[in-house]
């Protein structure tokens, strides 16, 4: 086997471990109440595009199943970054869709909420809400990319595969950056346990000493020393 073949494998090899790591996409449905609010928490690189579909159904008593929920139905969508500053914080239909670029890499919270109190059809009952979140370079639509920058089929997975491969340099980094953090604080709790262990010691000796001065002056007031 020639080295450009096994160059040639090698690469074909690397897209599918890539396309298997990075085809994952975070989708659910989940129920709320007419003043509840779902929050959800989405650990982040930074400086990573994240795009969020959702759509909602309301629950229909006569017949018994979830039907799309009428127009006049509104959701509010809340995001905020590690450090609890709002980055996104915006009203939106029945159907939807909220794009936020993160900047702090960590744990970012999404919290969705009805604007039921509007209207009365929602009163009392549940609201199903479709949630699909793409992180990286799965909010990118490839289709339009090409369309726009006219790219042949070729060129196309080029740039996916780039894009692909400065997402894992993304996500490396954020967990050097845990690794640092977790280091940090078990460096900081070793600490305090060292300091808080000679704080007991100097205690327990000044507690020995004074016992040992007391009993000293009782025996000396009674005579016996």
Not at 198 to 211: F, H, P, R, S
């Amino acid at each position: 086997m020639s080295h450009r073949v096994r160059m040639q494998l090698s690469i074909v090899f690397s897209v599918f471990l890539l396309n298997i790591f990075y085809n994952s996409v975070s989708s659910l449905y989940f129920h709320i109440g007419e003043t509840e609010k779902k929050c959800f928490i989405e650990e982040i690189p930074d400086e990573t595009m994240i795009i969020g579909n959702y759509r909602t159904q309301l629950y229909d008593k006569q017949k018994e199943e979830y039907l799309p929920a009428t127009q006049g139905l509104g959701m509010f969508v809340e995001v905020k970054d590690p450090d609890d500053k709002v980055i996104l914080s915006r009203q939106y239909g029945s159907e939807g869709r909220f794009t936020f670029t993160s900047h702090t890499p960590g744990e970012h919270q999404i919290c969705l909420h009805s604007n039921s109190s509007k209207f009365s059809l929602f009163a009392g009952g549940m609201l199903r809400v479709h949630l699909d979140i793409q992180v990286g370079e799965h909010a990118n639509n490839y289709a339009e990319i090409a369309a726009k920058d006219k790219l042949t089929e070729l060129q196309l997975r080029v740039r996916q595969l780039v894009e692909q491969v400065d997402q894992i340099q993304k996500e490396q980094n954020y967990q050097r950056y845990r690794e640092e953090r977790f280091r940090q604080t078990s460096e900081s709790t070793n600490q305090r346990v060292l300091w808080w262990s000679i704080v007991q010691t100097l205690i327990l000796v000044a507690i020995g000493i004074w016992q040992m001065r007391h009993l000293k002056s009782f025996f000396e007031a009674k005579k016996l020393v």
